[in-house]
């Protein structure tokens, strides 16, 4: 009997620290093609949007306005800072208000062609990624690229081109729809679908108050440097109203920064 290599991969991963355990339910393309398959939900939504703060603690943590609707300090106070640094022309202010503002990221769960073994996982993309896949969706030549009878496998290259600043998600269909559980029993197969991971447990859900707490500690740090971030700004305990706060984000979204 020959070597498994579906074992030898998942051992492999395990040394890497892709195997289970820690953040084994996440996914990341490595350079260059692999082939991977989006796997169906049973809510009929495999392409879920997230909404982060990055900047203010280590990592990103969920935005509570733009996901929960609840109270956000840092949007009101990124949309504070915005509208300083164009009312005092302060370059500082706005890059500081641009690096606070809210970033969305894009999250479905994926088997990967060759690591069977290590299951369903999570893959975040950005929204170049993601417009690529519901075109692909919306295509009658394809369809419900998910469908585990008759989907298709997507082969993914990923990678830096030449002169490029950040890498670029390239998705291309194979021509050939398949299954998704092609060497597993039915059973086997629904049972690998009921693994996929629970979007809502993936991140913490921060509070208004705990955002409060990150944001505090931000701008005890900032305020160190008195170029960072201005008296009147550290005020930012102030309300800020909706309609502030959307024209701020509207007015971002022109400069294509978000």
Request: hydrophobic share 35%; proline share 5%; aromatic share 10%.
């Amino acid at each position: 009997m020959g070597i498994n290599l579906d074992k030898m991969r998942a051992k492999l991963a395990a040394l890497r620290g892709e195997g289970k355990g820690g953040d084994s339910v996440f996914w990341r393309p490595e350079d260059g093609d692999q082939d991977i398959r989006v796997v169906p939900t049973s809510d009929g939504d495999p392409f879920k949007e997230m909404w982060f703060h990055y900047n203010v603690e280590k990592g990103g943590f969920l935005c509570p306005k733009r996901n929960y609707d609840d109270g956000c300090p840092v949007c009101e106070f990124a949309s504070q800072l915005w509208r300083e640094g164009v009312s005092n022309n302060d370059d500082q202010c706005k890059k500081t208000a641009k690096s606070l503002f809210v970033r969305q990221r894009f999250f479905s769960p994926v088997m990967v062609r060759g690591q069977e073994a290590l299951g369903i996982r999570i893959w975040g993309y950005g929204k170049t990624a993601y417009e690529n896949l519901l075109s692909l969706v919306l295509n009658p030549e394809y369809g419900d690229i998910t469908d585990a009878e008759a989907g298709t496998d997507l082969t993914l290259t990923y990678g830096k081109p030449p002169g490029a600043q950040f890498p670029q998600t390239k998705l291309v269909p194979r021509r050939r729809s398949s299954t998704l559980c092609e060497d597993l029993t039915p059973d086997k197969c629904v049972e690998l679908l009921d693994s996929i991971p629970d979007f809502g447990g993936l991140f913490e859900r921060k509070t208004t108050e705990d955002v409060q707490a990150l944001l505090d500690n931000f701008v005890n740090a900032q305020v160190t440097d008195p170029e960072a971030i201005s008296s009147e700004t550290t005020k930012y305990g102030n309300k800020t109203s909706d309609s502030e706060v959307n024209a701020v984000e509207a007015a971002f979204k022109e400069l294509g920064s978000l």
